[in-house]
């Protein structure tokens, strides 16, 4: 890139760097992004869509990020097919991704047992178990904690006070949120006249490549293998994953969505905000859940479900559509009801 | 206060603190403050409303809180207009509030390019980034990470393990309990052919004055400028904050509640426990939810609502009740409509 | 036992720790215990009901754990009465319990005026404040964080990154996982016209004993007394306990589950993931309540409930059926009403 730091980047440049057009003026140089309501003339501002088009109207960036220029009359504007995907490329260079800063920090405890990759980063207070690797260009930040036997994979980084239990592996370039919480025991009991007897749980937790877990997620360990989340897949804040559950790849699994134990989800699966899923079932490719959806029982590869326990999204608009409607509905059927001589002895 | 500690304080200390009326012994003196069932002679205990004035009755505290005297004869009473808002003024006498003792532990990691007023407080391991500014009597206890160009305003305090990304700004007087996340990154993707494009979120989270969070929740960062929680706003534990919200001021969203990202909460909301907010909404000032309501629209101001998905209160109330009526509803219909000769196939 | 580390347990040694009988070759001897898929001829699985007994025909495991070995002929079967029971007891042999390795590390802050046994352990980065008590072969570890004149009975074991706020005890070998927060601050406030005032919450939390709480639950202190959790029960993930609430003994309380203030739970309830309990609510013994039930009143001795808000199981499934109906029985209504000349309008 030829945009020396401080001094920003041309529309010409950006667009380069995001395969997209420019529309107006190509020299224009703008130092940063920001909202379309807080950028000025010297700063870049995005719009995703339609809507914030007619928004970006009244922007006074210096330059603008849209699909198209068409309704931008007078603007400079990086037109790109995809804006959003633009936005990633023209995010990258204002904002050059973290990379690891190689050592140990002094105040790290990492076991002799442990190996460290010259190229890694580990920050001040983390403590590390015997037996686990941290590999190239891997980040640990502050307080972290790694157990034994675990292994961060090239360019994996854990934010500060993540913890890993014992028998975790992160792919690479898996990001893992600060307050989340790898491998601990899954909700396993035997149940007796006698009491309750915990089932150690001697598994562990393996995290595919490209993976993020949001801030506060907790995936627990497996009773004997792994509970597995797949390549690519993106995990939110404050999700719960149980035991022994398998998440495909590619997926989304929202905020404060719950899997309970065993449950098999499959690729490409988007689990909205404060879904939950039952224990011991199979979740099918692609499928969708609405937010708060209650999934009870297996769901079929590309369904689109919603509701509490789940049905068919379309079903589901449909039933709530009649659920507000519902006094009135029965107070009809009370009416008829009177009138037809029918009670509640009535059966025919 | 003419009260030393250890010797308590005397009913009519206790009233005059909190603005009350003595009805009994005025020079009676109590050492602490217990619930009704554990409070003995030398202890108040504090009736909330007229429930809790039935069980007074049988509390052996010497000297009761209560809004009136009336139902308790013959007891030393510290009469108050509002009997929670005097709690608070007779808690602070026996419990006076937390106060930073300034000094920076020797354990800590602050950035040289960090600055720590002298009159803050930071505690056994705390890590402090560059650019940041702790405030004059903030309190940050042991474990918190802060992160680059943070501000901690004047008695902000975070408790142990609270964890700040870069750019978070906190609030005068602002409380952040453990394990709270404030800036993680927001939950921002750009979905292509070719996959997963994660967003960079370049934002920040800002805290105005007299707020609280707590215990492991969550506020995500912006995509571009800042997610905001307004002043006097108060979050409970588990709650999450998705990226570019702006909650209002004097507001509650109680435990487990989750925000979708860029909504705009009004001013005095009261969300209640796992309520979920979908993205981009606008749920009016005065605003109340009902627990684990789901809401998917924009609401009003002032409105009252509950259920998933969300309807004014009123109608979900009369939803609920036709709701446990159903079977016998539908038992009726059938019987109607197979008299009528209607059926699945019928049209008209 | 005979059994040697590495060496491994031969079946009849295993039968004999968990109560079990051979169907078999007893001389056979195992490494390990795998899941019935991963195991091989030198490992032994486990099949807890009919249905893994149907997967188990095709395991190359070695030795079979199981209620029956008639449905796998020609296989060396320990047979067991309660396979989950005998698991455990299996699982204990390959897998012994942690135990402290007493001392502190160099790295941990403990203050002059908390008590350590000799026999306890203390991990690196932990602090412990005044006034705290940790009991014999109790183990802190990594980071945990023990505010003032807290107790850790005999056998306590603290997770990485566990924070106790002041006046918190946890009973004998009751463990807590990674991130959890005991005794944060209740959510209580007191409103009045001239804003928000936050009630100081002076109370504790009591955990009794062979308790476990999962990693980054929250169980808030109390105002007055203590927030409770009985003997023998067992929280998941991400679970929160509101402040006064007393949970009773030898439950469950399942992941992203709430409690909001001062309810009390009876014994051997059984609460399902995410559902969530309003507050001053009294749940009776042995209730049990399926996945995302909201509780909204008090719920009698031994029920069985379900839905938001819950009503009994057996009424919810009714009206979920109906519910999945109820376009096509509103569009019957609609037909009888048309025919039958009523409209919104009607009254009778």
Not at 141 to 148: D, F, I, K, M
Not at 210 to 231: K, L
Not at 323 to 344: K, Q
Request: net charge negative; charged share 20%; proline share 5%.
């Amino acid at each position: 890139m030829s945009g020396e730091p401080g001094a920003g980047f041309s529309a010409a440049e950006l667009a380069a760097a995001c395969g997209g057009t420019v529309v107006g003026d190509g020299a224009r140089r703008v130092s940063g992004v920001r909202s379309l309501e807080a950028a000025g003339p010297g700063e870049l501002a995005f719009a995703a869509d339609a809507a914030a088009e007619r928004r970006a109207t009244a922007s006074a960036a210096g330059v603008l990020l849209a699909r198209s220029a068409a309704r931008l009359p007078g603007r400079t504007v990086v037109e790109a097919a995809d804006p959003s995907l633009a936005l990633v490329a023209v995010l990258g260079l204002f904002f050059p991704p973290r990379r690891a800063v190689p050592g140990v920090h002094a105040t790290a405890v990492v076991d002799p047992a442990a190996t460290v990759d010259p190229t890694a980063e580990v920050g001040p207070f983390v403590v590390i178990g015997a037996g686990s690797r941290v590999g190239p260009g891997a980040i640990v930040e502050a307080h972290a904690v790694v157990g034994r036997r675990c292994t961060l994979a090239e360019g994996a980084w854990l934010h500060p006070h993540v913890v890993l239990y014992d028998d975790v592996s992160v792919g690479a370039r898996t990001e893992v949120h600060s307050g989340a919480v790898l491998g601990a025991d899954g909700f396993g009991y035997a149940v007796s006249p006698t009491g309750i007897r915990k089932i150690p749980q001697v598994g562990g937790v393996a995290l595919g490549s490209d993976v993020e877990v949001g801030a506060n997620s907790c995936v627990d360990r497996a009773t004997f293998e792994a509970t597995r989340i797949g390549d690519g897949t993106k995990v939110d804040d404050l999700v719960m994953i149980g035991h022994n559950c398998e998440v495909g790849r590619h997926g989304f699994v929202c905020g404060q969505a719950g899997l309970a134990g065993s449950s098999v989800i499959g690729d490409r699966v988007v689990l909205g905000g404060q879904v939950g899923v039952a224990g011991h079932l199979r979740v099918g490719d692609g499928v969708k859940a609405g937010a708060q959806t209650g999934i009870q029982s297996d769901v079929p590869d590309g369904a689109n479900v919603n509701g509490s326990p789940h049905m068919p999204y379309r079903d589901s608009m449909r039933a709530i559509v009649e659920i507000r409607r519902l006094p009135e509905t029965a107070r009809l059927v009370r009416i008829l009801a009177r009138r037809a001589g029918l009670s509640e002895e009535t059966t025919e």
